[in-house]
């Protein structure tokens, strides 16, 4: 039977959740008024001095630095779960990559009509004609599932040819456990995706600057069009913005989401100083605002971000194995520099000095190669730095005498 959703914050139309959830079994006993997990600890507690992570009541949840790359909180991470209407963070990224914020899309029939009454929609109407930027405002703050449907269309001709670019987009970040099956979070058992996936595809996005304006912005509105009269006005739904129930200092927005089946979902991002966090929730109550409350306070009250001031060094020939015999002339030395600073995120007062670097060249054909230094922490990843080749090799050749 089907489950009618009411509300803006809705990802679409539900059907009866199917009786394959892909979901981690538990054997805790539930704490009165909480989630069955809700006492499960941080896969990262066990890392040597690492800070306890908070107790929260989604099944599944991931905090990262979104520079340095470190997991400071993880709960379940590849749980394949229904992510409602966060999907539309996909939806956007493409849509951002692809499509000209400027260009008009003209609505469908099947776009303006194919959701069912009752889900996230602003009502446009068969022939509406919307820019890009107006769509993807209504998909990302008003959670539009018509708006999904039309950006879809827009990019790659049908809903079906868009639904397989985002899963080779989602192949693409790293995904192994994330299958979609729409462009706006309709569940089914073919549409789903894990915290430790979501969270790659929302940190993908954030560095989109296109993604980062809609993603970010709190009111907008779309004048008057070839159908409507009247100004609609978009109004942000991540109730933990500036003047929102849930308010939160140094969030920058996100992404909501909720279904029946799903629960609550909520992606966010936020910065304090020099950290900026991302936090992913699923299958969570309450908007999954206090679970990210709780996980934002833990991530920026117990670690900081810390710039190794690493000397850029000559990289020695051992981690050039193929080409050594190239670089005798060279003291067997090939100088590789880092084009940033290098960051590692540690709990506060960490003597960086013990961290464990290894090192990995990273081929490239069609550039200089490059070199990728990871720091841990007892065995946990808190940190890289990349190096790039200040020469490629064919030069060292030419100037160099036999």
């Excluded at 008024?33 to 006492?39: A, F, L």
């Excluded at 400027?102 to 959701?115: K, R």
């Excluded at 089914?188 to 600057?209: F, L, Q, R, S």
């Excluded at 730095?385 to 064919?394: A, T």
Aim: hydrophobic content about 35%; charged content about 20%; glycine content about 6%.
């Amino acid at each position: 039977m089907k489950r009618f959703l009411t509300g803006m914050l809705c990802a679409g139309i539900l059907t009866s959740q199917p009786a394959v959830i892909y979901a981690a079994e538990t054997s805790a006993t539930p704490e009165a008024g909480h989630s069955e997990t809700y006492s499960q600890a941080s896969d990262i507690d066990s890392v040597k001095g690492w800070p306890t992570g908070p107790n929260i009541e989604g099944q599944s949840a991931v905090l990262m630095d979104a520079v340095t790359d470190t997991i400071l909180y993880s709960k379940n991470a590849k749980d394949k779960l229904y992510p409602a209407s966060i999907t539309k963070i996909m939806t956007a990224l493409l849509a951002c990559e692809y499509l000209d914020m400027n260009d008009t899309i003209t609505m469908s029939q099947e776009a303006a009509y194919g959701i069912e009454a009752g889900s996230s929609s602003i009502y446009a109407e068969t022939g509406e004609v919307f820019t890009v930027e107006q769509a993807l405002m209504a998909l990302m703050l008003e959670s539009a599932n018509e708006m999904a449907l039309a950006l879809a269309e827009k990019t790659s001709g049908s809903v079906k040819k868009f639904v397989e670019l985002m899963n080779q987009r989602a192949a693409q970040l790293g995904c192994k456990n994330t299958h979609f099956n729409n462009p706006n979070g309709l569940p089914d058992e073919t549409h789903y995706t894990t915290a430790g996936d979501m969270m790659k595809i929302a940190k993908a996005a954030w560095y989109n600057p296109r993604f980062r304006k809609f993603v970010t912005t709190q009111v907008y509105e779309i004048p008057p069009t070839n159908k409507q009269s009247e100004t609609r006005y978009l109004l942000n739904h991540h109730k933990m913005m500036p003047g929102q129930s849930y308010a939160y200092d140094g969030v920058l927005g996100g992404k909501t989401g909720y279904t029946d089946a799903a629960g609550s979902t909520l992606v966010t991002y936020a910065k304090r100083g020099n950290s900026i966090l991302i936090a992913v929730v699923l299958n969570s109550t309450n908007g999954a605002f206090p679970d990210t409350t709780s996980l934002l306070d833990y991530g920026f009250d117990n670690f900081e971000k810390v710039d190794l001031n690493i000397d850029t060094d000559p990289v020695p020939a051992v981690f050039l194995p193929c080409e050594k015999h190239l670089l005798k002339d060279w003291n067997n030395l090939c100088s590789f520099y880092y084009m940033r600073h290098v960051y590692v995120t540690v709990p506060t007062g960490t003597d960086v000095s013990q961290l464990v670097k290894k090192q990995k060249l990273l081929n490239n054909s069609v550039g200089p190669k490059r070199i990728k230094s990871k720091y841990y922490l007892d065995g946990h990843m808190v940190g890289y730095g990349m190096q790039y080749e200040k020469e490629i090799l064919s030069d060292f050749l030419l100037n160099a005498s036999f």
